[in-house]
C-alpha cells in the first residue's frame, strides 16, 4: 500500500474537519449576527441613557433620525465613529458591544474551540519561529552570489531589471483581482474593522515612518520581533559586504547557504503538524459558519486560477514580442519541467530539467547557468502573486480594511521580503506570514489556506516555470 504523504494527511484532516464541523454546527447552533437594522435599533435604545459624552449622542441622534440614509449606511458611519471615540463610560461601551457583529455561541461549542485551537497557536508559533533566520539566511546567500555587481555588469542588471519589473507586474494583478473579486468577505470572521481589535494603525503609515522604520536600530531586536523588513535591509548590507570580500567570505556564504537549507528542513518538518493546525481551523470555521461557507473557498480556488491564466497570457504575450512564434516552441520545450513542477507543487524539482530543455530550445548555457539560479530566488512570479492575493484574502475575511496607501505599502514589502525564499512547497506562506502581521492582519488567518494551499501551490509552480523560462529567453535575445 502507498504511503499517505504530507499532502494526503492534510487533506485528510479537511476533510474531517469539515465533517466535525457540521456536526458541532447541527449539535450546537449559533444564534444569527444581528443586521443593521437590529443593531441600529439597540444602539437607538442605548443613546437614550444619560451619559458623558453628550456632542458624541446628539451627532448620533440626528443620524438616527435621517430618513434619507439606509440602515446599512448609519451603521457604517456609526461604527467609524465609535472606533475612533476612546472608551468613555457605560454608555460608549453599551453602543460599541450594540454595534459588533457576533454570533452568539453556545459556551460548551465555545470550550471546544478553544481546545482546538491549541492546535493551531502551536502551528502559527512554529511558522513564525523560522522566519527571521529563514529570510536572513536564504537572502545572504542569494545576494552574495551574484558576486561583484561590477564584474557581473550588463547581464546581471538587465536580469535584476526584468526581475523587479515581472515581480511587480505579478504582485499587482494579484491585489488587483483580490479587490475586484473580493472573495475574503464572503467569511466575514469577525465584526467590521471599525470596531475590530486588528491594530491597523493608518495614520502610522507615512512615508517618513515607513522609510526610518525599515532601518534597524539593532539587528537582534529586528529579528526577536521578527520585523522582517529591517531583517531585509541588514541581510541586504550583509550579502553584498560578503560578496565584496570573495574569498575571505567564501565559507561564511557557504554557510548562510546551509543555514538557508537548514531552515527550509526545518519547515518541512513544522508542516507535520499542518494537518492538525488544518482539522482544529476548518472546524471551528464550519462550527461557527455552517458548510455554505465551503463555497467561499471553491470560489477562492477560481478565482486565483482565473488570475494564474491572465498572468501566462501576459507572459506568453512578452515572449511572443521577444521570438515571435517561437513562444509556441518553447512552451513545448518546457512542457515537461511544467508537468513536474504542478504535480510536485514545486518548482524547484523542475530545475534540472528546465536547464536542459533551455540550453536544447537554443539559450547559451551561461546565460541559463547565470538567470535560472537567481530566477528560483528572485523570480516566482506565480508565488508572488498568490502573496498579494492570499494576503488581502486574509484582511478582507478578517474585515481589516487597508487603503490604497497601506495596499501600496504591502506590495512592496512583499517585494521585497520575497526575494531569496526557494521555490519550495509553502515557502510563500512563511514570506506571507511574516508580512501581515506588520498591517495588522490576524496571523491566525494563515491557517484557512493551508486546507487548499497545496492546490493552489501547484498552479504558482508551474507559473514560476514559465516565468523563469521566459526570463532567460529575454536575457538570451537582448545579448544576442
Known amino acids: 500500500m502507498k504511503k499517505l504523504t504530507l499532502t494526503h494527511w492534510i487533506f485528510i484532516a479537511l ?4 465533517v466535525a464541523g457540521a456536526i458541532l454546527n447541527f449539535q450546537f447552533p ?4 444581528p443586521t443593521s437594522e437590529e443593531a441600529i435599533q439597540k444602539l437607538r435604545n442605548i443613546v437614550e441613557q444619560q451619559g458623558n459624552n453628550d456632542d458624541w449622542k446628539r451627532n448620533v441622534k440626528a443620524l438616527l433620525s435621517d430618513s434619507t440614509t439606509s440602515a446599512d449606511q448609519k451603521y457604517q458611519s456609526i461604527a467609524k465613529d465609535l472606533a475612533q471615540v476612546k472608551p468613555s463610560g457605560d454608555v460608549l461601551e453599551n453602543a460599541k458591544k450594540a454595534m459588533m457583529r457576533e454570533s452568539k455561541i453556545d459556551r460548551t461549542l465555545d470550550k471546544i474551540l478553544e481546545f482546538l485551537s491549541i492546535f493551531t497557536e502551536v502551528f502559527l508559533r512554529l511558522i513564525k ?15 552574495a552570489k551574484l558576486g561583484d555587481l561590477k564584474a557581473v555588469g550588463r547581464i546581471g542588471g538587465k536580469t535584476l531589471l526584468w526581475f523587479i519589473t515581472a515581480s511587480l507586474v505579478s504582485l499587482l494583478l494579484g491585489a488587483i483581482l483580490v479587490n475586484v473579486f473580493q472573495p475574503g468577505h464572503l467569511l466575514q470572521l469577525e465584526m467590521p474593522s471599525a470596531l475590530s481589535s486588528a491594530g491597523v494603525d493608518h495614520s502610522a503609515i507615512t512615508l517618513k515612518g515607513f522609510i526610518t522604520h525599515i532601518f534597524p536600530s539593532s539587528v537582534i531586536e529586528a529579528m526577536a520581533k521578527n520585523e522582517i523588513l529591517q531583517i531585509v535591509i541588514f541581510a541586504l548590507l550583509f550579502g553584498v559586504a560578503a560578496a565584496a570580500m570573495e574569498e575571505k567570505a567564501h565559507g561564511l556564504i557557504k554557510a548562510m547557504d546551509a543555514l538557508g537549507h537548514v531552515m527550509l528542513k526545518i519547515t518541512s518538518m513544522v508542516m507535520y503538524v499542518a494537518p492538525f493546525a488544518v482539522f482544529s481551523a476548518i472546524t471551528a470555521i464550519i462550527a461557527k459558519k455552517g458548510v455554505g461557507i465551503l463555497a467561499t473557498y471553491a470560489t477562492f480556488i477560481g478565482e486565483f486560477y482565473l488570475g494564474l491564466i491572465l498572468l501566462w497570457l501576459i507572459l506568453i504575450f512578452v515572449g511572443w514580442l521577444l521570438i515571435g512564434a517561437r513562444v509556441r516552441t518553447l512552451l513545448s520545450h518546457i512542457k515537461q519541467p511544467l508537468l513536474l513542477a504542478f504535480s510536485t507543487a514545486s518548482s524547484e524539482a523542475a530545475y534540472p530539467k528546465m536547464l536542459e530543455q533551455l540550453e536544447r530550445f537554443g539559450c547559451r548555457n551561461r546565460i541559463v547557468s547565470f538567470v535560472l539560479p537567481l530566477g528560483y530566488s528572485f523570480n516566482l512570479d506565480g508565488s508572488m502573486m498568490y502573496m498579494t492575493f492570499a494576503s488581502l484574502f486574509i484582511a478582507q475575511a478578517y474585515g481589516v480594511e487597508l487603503s490604497f496607501g497601506d495596499q501600496v505599502v504591502m506590495l512592496l514589502t512583499l517585494m521585497i521580503t520575497s526575494k531569496g525564499i526557494a521555490g519550495v512547497p509553502r515557502a510563500s506562506l512563511v514570506v506571507i506570514a511574516g508580512t501581515i502581521a506588520s498591517f495588522g492582519i490576524p496571523e491566525a488567518g494563515l491557517v484557512l489556506l493551508l486546507g487548499v494551499d497545496h492546490v493552489l501551490d501547484m498552479g504558482r509552480s508551474a507559473t514560476n516555470v514559465v516565468g523563469n523560462a521566459v526570463a532567460a529567453v529575454a536575457i538570451n535575445k537582448w545579448e544576442k
Do not use: D, E, N, Y
Request: no cysteine; proline share 9%.
Open 129 to 143: 519561529m523560522i522566519i527571521a533566520p529563514l529570510v536572513f539566511a536564504t537572502l545572504v546567500a542569494g545576494v
Open 15 to 18: 476533510l474531517l474537519g469539515i
Open 30 to 33: 449559533s444564534s444569527p449576527a
